[in-house]
Nanobody
Framework: QVQLVESGGGLVQAGGSLRLSCAAS????????MGWYRQAPGKQREWVAG?????STYYADSVKGRFTIYKVENTVYLQMNSLKPEDTAVYCC?????????????WGKGTQVTVSS
């Protein structure tokens, strides 16, 4: 069984930085794409960034120039710089994987990021 485990959230002051990580573990799978979403209290889930297997990266306008997504083997990272209070949210990673029998979309449980003003 393949699962995603996030880490790296926490409390930081505005202007600070955090790095989130999301590791995919299991057997007999390959990763097609990985990404990060976030959900702030009372708001809908928002896509943040994505990375394809070939290395292409994509960002929401709200984080472009401040966040960087990159992948090392089966772990995806989100480097977040110049954080703003409006970045406060639960951040979840997802991964589109291919197993022996099917393609699947997996989600992690999320990690809290809080940016104080």
């Amino acid at each position: 069984q393949v699962q995603l485990v996030e880490s790296g959230g926490g409390l930081v002051q505005a202007g600070g930085s955090l790095r989130l990580s999301c590791a995919a573990s299991g057997s007999s799978f390959s990763i097609n794409a990985m990404g990060w979403y976030r959900q702030a209290p009372g708001k809908q889930r928002e896509w943040v960034a994505g990375i394809l297997n070939g290395g292409s990266t994509y960002y929401a306008d709200s984080v472009k120039g401040r966040f960087t997504i990159y992948k090392v083997e089966n772990t995806v990272y989100l480097q977040m710089n110049s954080l703003k209070p409006e970045d406060t949210a639960v951040y979840c990673c997802n991964a589109e994987i291919t197993t022996v029998v099917a393609q699947r979309l997996l989600w992690g449980k999320g990690t809290q990021v809080t940016v104080s003003s």
